[in-house]
């Protein structure tokens, strides 16, 4: 039975994707765009799969509620019932509307605890890549491809060319080849920050002193768009996520290069969105 609801609620996940846009299936929002953006990976599916369980089941109980206080209304009225009924307690009732709803907790809880062991880290991963936050820009690893750094900031709007998305496009993206289990390490150098790129499924926050974990295969390639989800500051808004995906033979020859390009990349020379300067109380008493 359950099967069979999760069926029903992947088929209606699959109607909301089609109705999406081109540019929502390369990894970006749309205007008016109501649905969840097509999922690229293993867990982006996974998500929208039990979003789309979740949707039904809330909308199976809205519809139900509606339709008893309907009832309610029509058969309780003062015309048709002018003499209230006195009863305050019915056990049948009051059991019956505590442990229905429970139940329905039980069965939300096992997909939602599978999902996020699933989405938690992968024992298999094929590549490391480090993530680091900074106010307000990231800072990429890659340990094993000859432990190269480099810095992805965003690009200001005079600089934008045609095509490139505005406040989301950057100068140098994060890639990764399409296919691949990739393990991501994420950690913050000033205050907490959250690494997010919803059509690959990920948000996970980058804390300072502390080593999270999380992993992403791409399914297709395309450049997918995402930003820090987490106010860390006055520019939190200026630093979005780019995530390049490529073939492996691309990947082999980008990473070769990379690594001479960001050979010398010692102390960060970054050059980030500054910051309006803040009034301090005195100035604005004056």
Known sequence: MFTHFRSV??????ACATVASDSSAAGLATPWQ?????????VAEQIQSFNAILFTMEALITLGVLGLMGFIIWRFNAK??????KRTHNTALEVLWTVVPILILVVIAFPS????????????????????????????EYPDHGDFTFDSVMIPDDELKPGQPRLLAVDNPVVVPVGVN????????DVIHSWAVPSLGLKTDTVPGRTNETWVRVNEEGTYYGMCSELCGVNHGYMPVAVKAVSKAEFDVWSKNAKQEFADNGASTTRVVQAPREVSPREVSQ
């Not at 649905?35 to 293993?42: E, F, I, R, V």
């Not at 048709?80 to 009924?85: A, C, D, E, L, S």
Request: aromatic share 12%; glycine share 2%.
């Open 9 to 14: 609620a992947t088929l209606i996940a699959l």
């Open 34 to 42: 109501v649905d969840l953006q097509p999922a690229a990976s293993p």
């Open 80 to 85: 048709r019932n002018p003499v209230p009924n």
């Open 113 to 140: 605890l599978r999902l996020l062991f699933f989405m938690d880290r992968t024992f298999d991963a094929d590549m490391t890549i480090k993530v680091v936050g900074h106010q307000w820009y990231w800072s990429y």
């Open 182 to 189: 990739v393990r991501v390490l994420l950690t913050s150098d």
